[in-house]
């Protein structure tokens, strides 16, 4: 069993940053990968970005220039640094990982963006 907890969300004014972890811990025996997704308010969840356990990563084209993932594997941890945040990237932020065949999903972190 996986257990996943999203910290760093808050209330930001427009052109500010956040920078999201999420811890992980539990018995992992082959991390596929590893991602970010967002919901909105009376939307669908959608794809942030994605890293492979070999670095590679992929960014949704709304975030791609402002945001950036990454991890650090000693501590097990998932970063989502987000800069420039614009009104739109107000949601929920969900961390996933894909291990030993299963999806493992956070709690989720909200991040609002207002003046």
């Known amino acids: 069993q996986v257990q996943l907890v999203e910290s760093g969300g808050a209330l930001v004014q427009p052109g500010g940053s956040l920078r999201l972890s999420c811890a992980a811990s539990g018995t992992m025996f082959s991390i596929i990968a590893m991602g970010w997704y967002r919901q909105a308010p009376g939307k669908q969840r959608d794809l942030v970005a994605t890293?492979?356990?070999?670095?590679?990563?992929f960014h949704n084209a709304d975030v791609k220039g402002r945001f950036t993932i990454s991890r650090d594997n000693a501590k097990n941890t998932l970063y989502l640094q987000m800069n420039n945040l614009k009104p739109e990237d107000t949601a929920v932020y969900y961390c996933n990982y894909v291990v030993d065949g299963n999806i493992y999903w956070g709690q989720g972190t909200q991040v609002t963006v207002s003046s």
């Open positions: 890293i492979s356990t070999g670095g590679n990563t």
